[in-house]
């Protein structure tokens, strides 16, 4: 059975801390992706790897970073926590095999609070 | 700009009945399309991948239309049950890269 797994289901941090969200995934996926989904936002892209080493921003990477040193595994980083980035942080990998139409496999999420 | 919408209002409908949800998008050209089922506080969940030269896909009592020339795709349930409850999202991709772009998704709600 595949799994993306994610390191904590719920975390509070206060403003100003570094936060580490980690992601691991155990399907040998080239590619990984972090989101954070709002109300009524929906599913936004933050940044994604299709390679390890490699990263690409996504459409709203302003305030974090990513690292992904080995192939499982995809961290996100919010350098100085803000509560603006309160949110439900979402990891998902997929294949880059075009036959396979790219779907993601998603983790259970971390939902994040910044007091 | 690009866009993807999906009806923001919740959908309910009774046991038995089919659902239909709509995805509709504007200036864009994707090469797949695919729904997503998604629970209260869970990661979203891969239903059904349609693409771009498809018309129709079925799995079991799911069924997905694309229509490019109308920019939009609609997902049947057929024959629902109260377990279908749940938020359903759409999430477009183009030729060329992995990412995908999702709608915000439609909630439906089967009522038994």
């Known amino acids: 059975d595949v799994k993306v797994t994610q390191s904590s289901r719920y975390l509070v941090k206060r403003t100003g801390e570094k936060v580490f969200l980690e992601c691991v995934q155990d399907?040998?996926?080239?590619?990984m992706f972090w989101y954070r989904q709002d109300p009524g936002l929906g599913l936004r892209l933050i940044y994604f790897?299709?390679?390890?080493?490699?990263?690409e921003k996504g459409d709203i990477p302003e305030g974090y970073s990513v690292s992904r040193e080995k192939k499982e595994r995809f961290s996100l980083i919010l350098e100085s926590a803000s509560t603006n980035q309160t949110s439900m942080y979402l990891c998902?990998?997929?294949?880059?095999?075009?036959?396979?139409?790219?779907?993601?496999?998603f983790g259970p999420g971390t939902r994040l609070t910044v007091t | 700009s690009q866009k993807i919408e999906q009806n923001s209002e919740a959908l309910n409908i009774q046991e038995g009945k089919t659902a239909t949800l709509t995805c509709n998008y504007t200036?864009?050209?994707?090469?797949?399309l695919q729904w997503y089922r998604q629970d209260p506080g869970r990661g979203p969940v891969f239903l059904l991948l349609?693409?771009?030269?498809?018309k129709e896909k079925r799995k079991e009592r799911l069924k997905v239309t694309f229509d490019t020339t109308l920019k939009q795709s609609l997902f049947h349930i057929t024959a629902s049950q109260p377990a279908d409850s749940a938020t359903y999202l759409c999430?477009?991709?183009?030729?060329?890269?992995?990412?995908?772009?999702f709608g915000t998704g439609t909630r439906l709600k089967v009522l038994a």
């Open positions: 200036n864009y050209s994707p090469a797949y």
């Open positions: 399907m040998d996926h080239e590619n």
């Open positions: 999430a477009l991709c183009t030729s060329g890269t992995y990412k995908y772009i």
């Open positions: 790897s299709y390679d390890v080493k490699m990263k």
């Open positions: 349609i693409r771009e030269n498809e």
């Open positions: 998902a990998s997929s294949s880059s095999y075009r036959s396979r139409g790219y779907e993601q496999y």
